[in-house]
């Protein structure tokens, strides 16, 4: 599990531990961690040599990168300091100073035949986009045939949300010290840190157990997914009910099928219009044209992909088993009923059905995801995963982390994928995952199949579905 915490967590955690240690020693180990890990970007026998510029803001976040600077300039590297802001982190450009370093006035001319540069402008400190004397320096930087490492993270970037509201610096790899930061491991912020490698400066004991945010890795969803024993026969391995589909989409169906059937259920009762579809393309299904409730023997619903106003939400939140509802059945979706349930629900919004259950603009949601995906859960009471650039999933209980899914890729948004998903977290849930791990456990495993299926080129929802065994067996090998 990767985990992040907020500013306001780091700093009690670092007062904690400077209280114990000698002055300065944090910043050195930071220091020390990103020197090394510029040295393996850069490759063996290339640090000599090598022309690195840093870029020094006026706060702790530079003294890291001049100290780091001053490293690499003992082992022969070329090191010049661009100071940005009002002052210069004394200790540390006096060491790159020690150490043959310069500062340059020239910011342009240094910056056009480097080979690294460290981007040390901000790092928790920092507040809104970069400033305006830092912006045609940060281009400079992104414009040249540079790699550009961010110190801590991409400077201009919103620690605690992952928003990016004015200019910040996009970075190739990120060295963050002590714990991951929100903002690393949500989109738009995500972005702009690249590759991201954490450098333990001791900070561990220090954290609360609970992050502000996390994302899993194959190790956590290995044990998350349900493993069927000798004793287990379709009922007890969980029988999911899907309702979706209508005259006018019946693929939706088929898709949320396509992806229950490979969620770990031992059975997918199907309930729609779609069920001659449904039977053509999944044979094993089970399929009902009644009301989901006269279905038979269910323990857990999938509503909505594809349902146009056709019947069944009000139904299906009616019965006392987890219930996931998407797309069409997120339109109009009551609050009161949500929350009057006894059983868990889920709800799987995109940024658009989000901002309608929200009230407000479609890019408020994208631009500030943390903040809309823990509104909609503490508002109705579910488990909300909210697809996109980042999907995260929030528990409507305090206390939880909210979970960063990293396995996304932007082909994913694609037609029917968000179906196979819905299908896929339901069998899940069916199959006895708590709720946020139903859901985050199936983001993971949808976009690393839509990875695997399809690497850095367009994908098909069906392609994403047949995927999702080989995805299951990479996270549980
Ligand atoms: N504490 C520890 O144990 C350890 C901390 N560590 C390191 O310290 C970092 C935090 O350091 P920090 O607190 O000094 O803040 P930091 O991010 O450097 O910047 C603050 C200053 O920048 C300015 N500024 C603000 N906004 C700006 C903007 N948009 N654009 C431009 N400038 C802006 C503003 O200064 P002003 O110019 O207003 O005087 C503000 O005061 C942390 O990320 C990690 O790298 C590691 O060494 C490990 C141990
Ligand atoms: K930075």
Not at 9 to 18: F, I
Not at 34 to 62: E, K, Q
Not at 154 to 174: I, K, Y
Request: charge should be neutral; hydrophobic fraction near 45%; aromatic fraction near 4%.
């Amino acid at each position: 599990m990767r985990t992040a915490h907020r500013v306001e967590t780091v700093r009690a955690a670092e007062a904690e531990l400077m209280a114990k240690l000698p002055e300065g020693t944090p910043m050195q180990r930071a220091a020390a961690g990103l020197a090394a890990a510029c040295c393996a970007l850069l490759g063996r026998g290339r640090v000599y040599g090598a022309r690195i510029v840093v870029l020094a803001g006026s706060g702790d976040n530079g003294g890291d990168a001049l100290y780091a600077g001053a490293r690499l300039a003992r082992r022969g590297a070329g090191v010049q300091a661009v100071l940005l802001g009002s002052r210069a982190h004394e200790g540390g450009l006096a060491a790159l100073r020690r150490a043959g370093g310069r500062v340059t006035d020239d910011p342009f001319e240094v910056l056009a035949t480097a080979d690294l540069v460290l981007d040390g402008i901000t790092g928790i400190g920092g507040r809104g986009g970069l400033r305006p004397d830092a912006v045609p320096v940060a281009r400079a930087a992104r414009g040249s045939n540079a790699f550009v490492v961010a110190v801590d993270l991409p400077s201009g970037v919103d620690v605690d949300t992952g928003e990016v509201t004015g200019e910040a610096l996009r970075a190739d790899a990120t060295v963050t010290f002590g714990t991951y930061k929100p903002g690393l491991l949500i989109d738009p912020a995500r972005e702009y840190a690249g590759a991201v490698r954490l450098v333990d400066i001791g900070l561990d004991d220090h954290l609360p157990s609970v992050p502000d945010v996390e994302a899993l890795q194959h190790e956590d969803v290995a044990r998350m997914l349900p493993v069927p024993t000798a004793s287990s026969d379709k009922y007890r391995r969980g029988v999911v009910g899907v309702v979706a589909g209508s005259a006018r989409y019946p693929g939706a169906a088929v898709l949320a099928v396509a992806g229950a059937l490979r969620g770990g259920a031992g059975a997918v009762r199907y309930v729609g219009p779609a069920g001659e579809a449904v039977i053509g393309r999944f044979p094993e299904t089970l399929v009902h044209d009644g009301p989901p409730s006269k279905a038979g023997r269910v323990q857990a619903w999938v509503v909505g992909p594809g349902l146009g106003d056709g019947p069944g939400v009000a139904d299906v939140l009616a019965s006392d088993v987890p219930v996931l509802v998407d797309a069409d059945g997120l339109r109009d979706l009551d609050a009161a009923v949500v929350r009057a349930r006894t059983a868990p629900t889920v709800l799987t919004p995109h940024a658009g059905e989000a901002a309608a259950l929200l009230g407000v603009s479609r890019d408020e949601v994208e631009a500030g995801r943390l903040r809309a995906v823990r509104e909609l859960a503490a508002r109705f009471g579910a488990t909300v995963l909210l697809k996109g650039s980042t999907t995260l999933v929030a528990s409507p209980e305090g206390g939880v982390a909210v979970r960063a899914n990293p396995t996304g890729t932007h082909w994913l948004a694609t037609a029917g994928s968000g179906d196979v998903l819905s299908g896929l977290a339901g069998s899940l849930l069916a199959a006895g995952l708590h709720p946020a791990d139903a859901a985050s456990s199936a983001a993971y495993l949808h976009g690393l199949a839509a990875r695997r299926a399809s690497p850095g080129a367009p994908v098909s929802a069906q392609d994403v579905a047949a995927t999702l065994p080989a995805a299951w067996r990479d996270v549980v090998s």
